[in-house]
Every structure is written in C-alpha cells, then in structure tokens.
C-alpha cells in the first residue's frame, strides 16, 4: 500500500476515508527538522548552509513512515498545497533519506489539492509531480533572513536595552505601525466644531430631520461653526426665516457585493463581526479545512473554480429564486503577486450546505462556516438596487439652506445574505457622518416645510483609532508587509513578547515596545522601513516564481545587515537611553503653555526631567535630583494644558482616609492616604496582571490594601497561613513555604482545606526538610571563559544558570535543553554586573592545576538556591523565539 503522508491526524483521517484501504495515511504532525537554536545554524560564511535538526518529538513520527515504507516503497506528499507545505514534504524527503528510508527504488512523488473531498484528492492523486523547488527555496530564504535578523539582531536589543526582548523581520515593523499610530493619538489635538440640525415639517404633517449646509448664502465648511456663539447666530437665523423646498432629486443607485474571502479579508471580517483573533480564526479555520469543509484557508486568491461558480449559482437560485442570480457569474481578478502562491478563495466545499445542515460542534467553527458561507453565496449573487433621494430646503432670501437625504432599497439583492463589517478607520478630522438610511416622506418642490425644533450640536474631531487585529492586517496587507500564513504569528508574537497588549479589543503598545521601536528606528531604520520590507517580501516572491536566486538575495541582504550590526558594538546603555531621550523629547516635553522649560522638574524646580528605564523593561520621567527629589511620571507626554497625565483617580474615602488610583514607575497601583512627612510610604497594593485600570472601583482597591489575609492556623503546627499578592504573582504562605495560586481573586476567595492542599503539593514538589539531597544539575554546559562550571539547575522558580555563586533565570520562552554555553555565560555575566574576573576566583575550576593542589568543593559548600530579591529579570538570550522571529 503507498503511503501518504501529511501534517495532520484530522486531515490524515479526512484524506484515509477517501481513499480506503489501499493506501497507508500517516502524519508528520507539522514539520519535522527546524534550525537550532544556537550559533552556526545559517552560516554565511559558508554560503548560509543550514544546520537543521530533527525534533524529539518528531523522530516517533519519522520512524512510523519509515516503518510504513518498507512495506511498500511508494511514498506521496500530501501536505499543504502553499509554500510551507512544500517545505514539509522536502523535510520529509530528507530526513527519511538521512535516515536511508529512502532509496533509489523509492518512488517519490507530490500531491496537492485545494480542498478535501473525495474528488478533489482522487483528481490529485491521479496528478503527482516532484517538489517544487522554487518554492522551497522561497522558504529557505524567508527561514533564513528571520532566523539571523533574529537571532543577531536580539542579543543587541537586550544588551542595549534593558527590558527588550527580541526583534523580527516583519514583527519589528509590524510593531513600529503601532507604535507610531499611539504616538498619533498622544499628539492629537481636538478641534471643536458644530452642527445644527432642523426637525422640519411637511405640508400633510410628516416630520423629518435636515442639515444646515448653508448660511448667509455662503456654503458651511467644516469647521465654520467654531463656537457656541456661532452655532446661537445659525439656530437664529434659521428660526426667523420661512423655508420652502427648493429641490427633491431622486437618483437610482446600487451595491455590488464584495468578493469571497482570502486570509487577510476572513482575519478583517472574523475580528469585526465576533472579535475572534487571527490566531483564533486560522486555528478554526484550519479545523474546517482538514473537515472537508472548506477549501484550503491561506491564500492570496479571491478567484473560484468554475463549477464552484455555477455550485454557488444553483445555490442562490434554490434558496431565494432566480432573481437573485445575475445573468453572467461574477469574475474577481486575483489579486496575488505570485501564482504560484495563489489559491482559490476561502469557500465552502458544498454550497448546498448552510452551518444548520453540518454537525459543527465548535461555536468558533460554527461562526466562521457560516461567514464563509453568506460571503462566498452573496459574492455571486445579484447586486442591491437603491433609490437614494435628497432634498434641498432653503429661504426665499437666500440665506440659509438645509439638507436632507435618505436612502430606499428597491430590491435587496446580496444583501438578503450577506453585509460586509466596517472599520472605524476615518482619518482625524473626518466628518463621520454616513449614508441615511432612512426613507424620507413625500414631498414636492416649492411646499413649505414648517420648523418643529432647531438645535445645535458641538462636536469634536475624533483621534486616529487604535489598531484592531483586524485593521492592522488590513494595513499590513496594503503595505504588502507579510503574507497571509504570518499575519497570525506575527500578531501573536507582538503580545508574548508584552510589547504591545489588548484592551477592548484595541492594540496598545507598552512602555518596552516603544522603546524597542525607537532604538531600531535609530539605529537599524532600513530594516524597520515599510518599503523595504515589502520589497523583501517581493524578493521572496520572486524566488517563489522562479525569477531569483535564494543565495543571492541572502547575500546582499547579509552585507548591509551585518555591518549594521557591527556599528552597534560599541554602544553603551546610557548612550541609547539618552538617544531615545532626545528622540522623543518633542514627545516626552512639549513646550510649555506659560513658555517655561518643559525639562524642568515641578517639585524641586532645579532637576532636569529624562526618561529612565525600569526593572521591568518599562519606562518613565523622572527627576535628575533623584534620591533628594523622588518626583516620576509615567512615560509618555503631559496632557493638553500642560498637566502631568498621570492616570490619578480618587476612588472613595474609607475612615476618612482616600483611596486613589494611581500610576507609577511599576504600573497601576492603589494608596490610601496621601504621602507626608510622618507618613512618607502610606500603604500601597499594586494591581494583578489581568486587573484593568478602568475596571477599578473603591470596593475591588479595598480588597487589595487589606492584604495580606490570613486564611487561618495550620492544622499541623497552628502557624498562619496568609494568602497575598507579591511581585510574583498571587500566593499562599505558610512559614517559610510559598505556592503559587492560578488566579489572583483565589487570594481573596481561598479557605482553609485547599490552602492545606496546594501547600502539600508545593513541598511534594520540592522535596521537604532541612536535610534533603543538594539539587543536581539538568545540563553541565562547559566553562566559563572567566574559569569555573556553568550548570543548568532546577529551581524553585524554573530552572536557572548557576555560575558558582551567580544563578541566572531562564526566560520563560527558553527551554534547558535548547540553551547554549554562549547564551548562558552572557546570562550569567549580566546577572554578575558584567564583572566576569572578579566572579572567576568565586567559581575555581573543579580539577585543580597539580601543582596549586586545589581541594575539590564539597557538595554541602555549593551555595543554596535562594529566592530571588527582586522581580526576575528576562535576560534576552539567543532563545528560539529569537531565532525564528518573524
């Protein structure tokens, strides 16, 4: 039996029950082979050879096909029909060669098809080919360029910048759009304006609503009405005057439906109209596909099949009538820069069938067929007929003019399925008033309108809106910034790396991501430019096709970043704090409304104000006079009259005693009571991740100042147990013993019993007593250059580096087995203050030189692991992350 091979368990099951028995369907379960993450894995130098390696959990994997085919020496590919596809199906080819699966007698052959229904695989299989090699290179290249922008550029974010993490070909550029749209909205400034507004009369007592467009027989712009004052003299005016209608003019209009879905648009539409996340809709996306129910889910193409077309068309004529089907099927032109990447459009594979007729148990799956559905039957379906009407009212002297407009559907057309979501994407300034929808009542030229009320409305202009995930695929889409299979990731990977955060469904940028958006704007600006990364991904498309060399466009790549790179080594901290420092002054201080010096201090009045960074990679202003002066402000610039924006709000009194809300160097924290001299540090409760600003009230600021609650005595030894909030996160306390809890209101809801039991589990997991064995390391790494072992240890807190008596943490997105000794001596050196010799004599080197007669150190003399003083530092370290950043 041939075997055939693709990603996926639900597709190998799909693809297995249309092809029966005689054919063996395994998965790979995704890719097989990745690049290390460490030094040398694309080595320029050797014209970018890549080092790949075989995943641990993929070897299972590798050997059940490599089973398979000694049965039957017929092996087809059968994974995605894009670029990544084709690059699993040539790790496959590989790996099973090194592992001599494969041999001269093999035959090897690719399949792909757009859909997976029984005839579009049956039609495919009858179709093999070989590998595509363009688009395999096309892959290589784009791995190749994230991997040495990511894994050279990071180290140099996080020795320059404290608190940056990594930063990625598309991620960093895709960041900077955020950034600089919050910029946008800090700098904007409202512009108040008015309107006045008619409620008007007809002749047999029909009412309606007009707009005052013209006065003094001079049309109205915009912003003519600037005042209350102004608008008072337009109300007048109107109101002392008879009006008549001048005009009625009714034009027919019509809608056209929007094409079907490609990813971008399905990511937009699915965001807009149910808030999923992009990650979220390709997840459920990928789902129905590998179900049978839709065609392939990452494509550039808007473009269906013919006999989907007339599918569709038998659709729409048996559901609504052979009205709604037009006379000629509609043709979208394909909008794909390379064919080769193009697909169809994202469609049902059975038009028939609407979400009620499929056992779709999954409510984001259900949500996302049924969009796919009404999107892909209302793009061939007839267009929407309109009547839209205005009215012109005016005065017999002419001086003063009003405007009504509505809008009739004549005939509904798609619109019976199907309307497209929209953006709240207007510029600042806009005048954000749309179509009426309304349908005027009769009237005719020259019949008086009688005023009912006369009003006048202020209004101001609106700030650029913050970035949905919606609208910034869009933007990255017609910047051509990425392509549809890393819209996903790239959006994901912003908000792991805490660069940027949701809130209410908008993108908001941290204090690091701003930070990591200025350093490479300064320092590397041609690799963050919008336009040369879209001329990157052109060149990767060009590969794709054929009409470019991977190595070469690898090459000129390499030359200029490198020497990038290279200009950065000599660069200190404090030189890139203050470069930031100067970059966003006209940011940070505006100038001052009174003409005085917006650098200077407001509490000591002899400081100079400069941004400064904090342990947690955040930022703020603070004062040169620091410790005599203790005056910070969150970063960012003081609001419109020159006040701090400092997010302080007071929440109630208890005892006489106020509750604020405030923000600090740390983030949002609540106080009770002001600061004075006899009481300098009134007692303060920082919020929990997950607890928003806005969200709090005096009631939830209570619960945290009345902390730490004792939960009550142990039933063992009668100590307390206490339930509290630290810089860790929420946790238990008995003694000396800390356990971690889930979730931060547990502290405030948590008894006695599960207390006891999340405490039993902490010690169960460490090991109790005094007397327990000294912890063994998880990998002996090498030595230091400095002299003396570096280990990875297990800890109390996740595993660290120890060098003698220096242990680093690992961050979070860094596995102990993946670490190098390079990356963990720049860990330990950074946690050492960057004093490696002095740290050397601590850490003698187990085997001492004969002649010095060294005594080995004892196992009990190792130092213990400890608790940690402060809040954890993330060492950026060359991490996979980093590695692969997109």
């Known amino acids: 039996m041939p075997v055939v091979v693709v990603e996926s368990p639900a597709k190998a099951k799909t693809i297995n029950a249309y092809l029966g ?53 017929r092996l087809i590919l059968a994974t995605d029909p894009d670029r990544e596809g084709e690059a699993i199906s040539w790790h496959l080819t590989e790996a099973l060669r090194e592992r001599k699966a494969i041999k001269a007698t093999t035959e090897v052959s690719r399949v792909t098809f757009n859909a997976i229904t029984k005839t579009a695989v049956a039609e495919a299989m009858r179709q093999p080919r070989q590998v595509d090699a363009p688009l395999v290179d096309a892959y290589l290249a784009r791995r190749a360029l994230d991997y040495l922008v990511g894994f050279n550029l990071s180290p140099v974010l996080w020795r320059k910048l404290p608190g940056a993490k990594s930063a990625g070909r598309v991620q960093s550029v895709c960041l900077r759009l955020i950034v600089e749209r919050e910029m946008e909205i800090e700098a904007f400034r409202a512009q108040e304006y008015w309107t006045v507004e008619a409620v008007l009369k007809t002749p047999r007592g029909r009412e309606f609503a007009a707009r005052l467009v013209s006065l003094g027989g001079r049309k109205l712009d915009k912003f003519d009405l600037k005042t209350a004052a102004d608008a008072d003299l337009a109300v007048a005016a109107v109101q002392h005057r008879d009006l008549t209608v001048t005009s009625v003019e009714a034009k027919p209009g019509s809608r056209h439906p929007s094409a079907p879905f490609m990813t971008s648009t399905l990511q937009q539409e699915a965001s807009r109209k149910f808030g999923m996340g992009a990650k979220a809709t390709m997840s459920a996306a990928q789902r129905l596909y590998e179900a049978g129910h839709i065609t392939y889910m990452r494509t550039d193409g808007i473009d269906m099949a013919p006999e989907a077309v007339m599918a569709a068309r038998d659709a729409i004529k048996d559901r609504f009538g052979a009205d709604y089907v037009p006379k000629s099927p509609r043709m979208y032109k394909n909008k794909a820069k390379n064919a080769q990447e193009a697909h169809e459009c994202i469609r049902p594979t059975d038009m028939s069938r609407d979400a009620s007729a499929l056992r779709i148990t999954d409510p984001d799956q259900r949500k996302l067929y049924d969009l796919i559905w009404k999107r892909t039957l209302a793009s061939q379906m007839a267009e929407a007929r309109l009547e839209r009407t205005t009215v012109e009212i005016g005065s017999a002297d002419g001086q003063v003019g009003l405007r009504a407009s509505g809008q009739v559907v004549l005939f509904d057309g798609f619109m019976r399925v199907y309307t497209e979501g929209r953006d709240d994407v207007a510029p600042a300034g806009a005048d954000a008033e749309g179509e009426d929808d309304a349908r005027l009542p009769q009237m005719a030229k020259g019949e008086p309108a009688d005023k009912v009320a006369v009003t006048p409305e202020q209004h101001f202009t609106q700030p650029p809106p913050r970035y949905t995930e919606a609208t910034l695929v869009k933007r990255m889409e017609e910047l051509g910034i990425g392509r549809p299979s890393t819209y996903a990731s790239i959006v994901t990977t912003i908000q792991d790396r805490e660069y940027v955060r949701k809130e209410n469904g908008r993108l908001v940028p941290e204090d690091k991501g701003r930070l990591v958006t200025v350093f490479l704007t300064n320092y590397f600006r041609r690799y ?21 060399d991977y190595k070469e466009v690898l090459a000129r790549f390499w030359r200029d970043f490198s020497a990038a790179i290279a200009e950065t080594a000599d660069l200190r901290i404090g030189e890139v704090l203050d470069k930031i420092d100067e970059v966003l002054a006209p940011h940070l201080y505006p100038p001052r409304a009174d003409g005085g010096d917006p650098r200077l201090c ?27 002066c203790r005056y910070t402000r969150p970063f960012g610039p003081p609001s419109e009259d020159g006040e701090v924006q400092t997010g302080e709000r007071l929440l109630g009194h208890d005892n006489g005693d106020p509750i604020h809300l405030k923000d600090g160097r740390f983030g949002p924290y609540v106080q009770r009571g002001e600061a004075t001299t006899e009481n300098p540090k009134p007692p303060r409760a920082s919020l929990p991740k997950g607890w ?11 619960r945290l100042l009345s902390l730490p609650r004792v939960i009550g005595p142990h039933p063992e030894d009668g100590q307390p147990i206490e339930a509290a909030i630290g810089r860790f996160g929420p946790y238990v306390k008995h003694g000396s013993t800390y356990a971690n809890l889930p979730d931060a209101s547990e502290v405030f809801e948590i008894g006695m019993n599960r207390a006891v039991e999340v405490l039993a589990q902490k010690l169960a997991g460490r090991g109790a007593g005094r007397g327990r064995a000294a912890a063994q390391p998880l990998r002996a790494l090498g030595e230091h250059p400095g002299g003396g072992e570096i280990s990875v240890m297990p800890g109390r807190f996740g595993p660290y580096v120890k060098w003698g008596k220096v242990n680093a943490t690992l961050p979070k997105d860094v596995e102990p087995e993946a670490i190098t000794l390079d990356e963990a001596v720049a860990l330990v050196d950074a946690k050492a203050g960057s004093k490696p010799a002095k740290k050397a ?36 370290t060359r991490s996979k992350a980093a590695a692969s950043g997109t």
Not at 844 to 851: D, I, N
Request: aromatic content about 6%.
């Open 21 to 73: 028995s005689d054919y063996t369907v395994l998965a790979s379960f995704g890719h097989v082979r990745d690049l290390p993450a460490k030094d040398g894995s694309v080595d320029p130098e050797h014209d970018f050879a890549m080092e790949w390696e075989v995943a641990p959990e993929s070897k299972k994997h590798l050997k059940a096909i490599a089973d398979a085919l000694k049965a039957d020496p």
């Open 602 to 628: 407001p509490t000591c009045d002899t400081g100079r104000l400069s941004m400064r960074t904090a342990r947690t990679g955040g930022a703020f202003i603070g004062c040169s006079n620091y410790p005599e």
């Open 841 to 876: 004599k601590a850490a003698p080197k187990p085997k001492a030189e004969p002649k010095e007669a060294k005594p080995k150190p004892k196992a009990k003399a190792e130092p213990k692991e400890a608790k940690p003083k402060a809040a954890p530092k993330k060492p950026a």
């Open 528 to 548: 963050v430019e919008y336009d040369f990364t879209a001329g990157l991904e052109n060149q990767l498309d060009e590969i794709s096709a054929g009409d470019a």
């Open 692 to 702: 928003s600003a806005q969200d709090m009230d005096l009631e939830k600021a209570l």
